[in-house]
Each structure stands twice: as C-alpha cells, then as structure tokens.
C-alpha cells in the first residue's frame, strides 16, 4: 500500500455518502406523519357525517352531507396524493442535488481532467453517466442494476409529475407506463392520472438507500484497484 495522503477518496466525501443516506430517513418520517394526519382528519370527517345524517330536516340533512362529503372528497382523492406527489419530488430533488456534488467531488479527488460539467445531459442522469465514464462505477451487479432500473423509472416520473400534470402518455410501451404498471406502489393507465399509494414515498427512499450502499461498494473497489492493492494501476 502506498501513503495513506494518497488515498483517493477523502474521509470527508467517504464520510458524506453515509450521511446522506441516512438523510433519507427524515423525508420518510415526515411522509409518514403527513398520512397519520390526513387518516386523522378524514376520521374526523367521517364522525362529522355520520352526525349529520342524524339532523331531522331533510333538505338541512343533505345540504350538510353533501358539503361534508365533498370535504372527505378533497382529502381522500386530492389531498393524499398532491402530498405524495410533493414528498417524492422533495425525495427526488434531494437526491440528485447531492448525486451531483458528490459525482463532482469524485471528480476533483481524483484528479481527473474530465470535469461533470463536460458530460452531456443534466442531473441524475448525467451524475450516474459521469461516474461510469470517468471513476468507470461499473454497478455490475444484479442488485446494483436493479436499483438504477428503479432509479431511471422514477426520473420518468418525476418528469410525468413535473411537466405533464401527472398525466401518464397515451403510448401503452412508453417507458413510464412499462414502470407504473410493474411497480406495487404505483397505478395508473396510459393517458390517465398517476397514482402514488401509500407506500410508495418509503420504497422509493429505500432504493436511493440501497444506491448510496452500492456506491459506497464502487468506491471502495476503486480504492482497491488503485490504492490499497501493492499492484495498484493508478488512475489515469
């Protein structure tokens, strides 16, 4: 093994992948927090109209319950799934701003004269493309590409979210459409609303966990393959 100054990767950075997986957790918590209180207040709805339909007037009966009705409405059908909607953006945006300072970080720590502004494209698509063209992150295993089959799903969904009103396109093959109607936590038909269930937040934060794991491996095998093995080749 070489000088331990020689390491590729700073403790810092090595230390920053661990912490902002485990960042992940907050917007799972919070997500979860949102759902208990929207199952609150749609109990306490539920008990409101039930009230009503007590009252002996008629005509009062039915103006009350109708408006009580459409309050259940918004949030059963509006409000879980605008939050839902907003949680996994948050989710979504948190990790390609910190995708994108860490692909940079890399890039800097090992000297490389290819900086991330070179690539071409722009956020998580062009980190992931950055770290398999310059630290060459090969995420050969079948764990490993199982989780950026997910990770590109979800890009789709989040531009589907972001500039289509959550409308899915009317093409039955489109890439968006093969990965709502294989995902367990998700539904919705071509030309139609996406639906985000329940657990969809916290599946999804736990593939961006299993990501930043499978990072920590790439890293660490490139540490071996340049550093700490005495036949080291150094990067290029």
């Known amino acids: ?8 990767f700073s403790f810092e950075l090595l230390t920053d992948v661990h912490w902002i997986k485990h960042g992940l957790d907050h917007y799972v918590r919070l997500s979860q927090e949102v759902e208990t209180m929207l199952d609150a ?3 306490e709805i539920g008990e409101q109209l ?6 002996t007037d008629k005509e009062e009966m039915e103006w009350v319950a109708g408006s009580i009705a459409l309050e259940l409405r918004d949030y059963e059908s509006t ?5 839902r909607e907003a949680m996994f953006l948050t989710l979504y945006n948190y990790f390609e701003n910190f995708l994108n300072k860490i692909a940079k970080s890399i890039g800097e720590e090992i000297k490389s004269r290819v900086k991330l502004a070179d690539i071409h ?3 998580v698509e062009r980190a992931l493309l950055y770290l398999d063209r310059v630290p060459h992150f090969a995420f050969a295993t079948p764990a490993a590409q199982k989780v950026l089959a ?3 799903g979800a890009n789709k969904l989040r531009n589907v979210i972001v500039h289509n009103g959550a409308v899915l396109p009317t093409a039955t093959n489109d890439h968006v459409n093969n990965y709502v109607a ?4 998700l539904k919705g038909k071509p030309g139609c609303d996406v639906l985000l269930q329940r657990d969809f937040v916290p599946a999804f934060a736990e593939t961006l966990g299993q990501f930043f794991d499978r990072l ?4 660490q095998a490139y540490m071996d393959r340049t550093w700490r093995l005495p036949t080291a080749t150094p990067p290029t």
Do not use: C, W
């Not at 093994?1 to 590729?8: I, Q, R, S, V, Y």
């Not at 039930?50 to 009252?55: G, K």
């Open 1 to 8: 093994m070489t000088d331990a100054a020689e390491n590729p």
């Open 41 to 43: 207040k749609e109990r």
């Open 50 to 55: 039930v009230a009503a339909e007590s009252v």
């Open 79 to 83: 409000f879980r799934y605008l939050q």
């Open 121 to 123: 494209g722009k956020g």
């Open 150 to 152: 997910e990770i590109h």
């Open 182 to 185: 294989g995902h367990a936590h």
């Open 216 to 219: 920590n491996d790439e890293m």
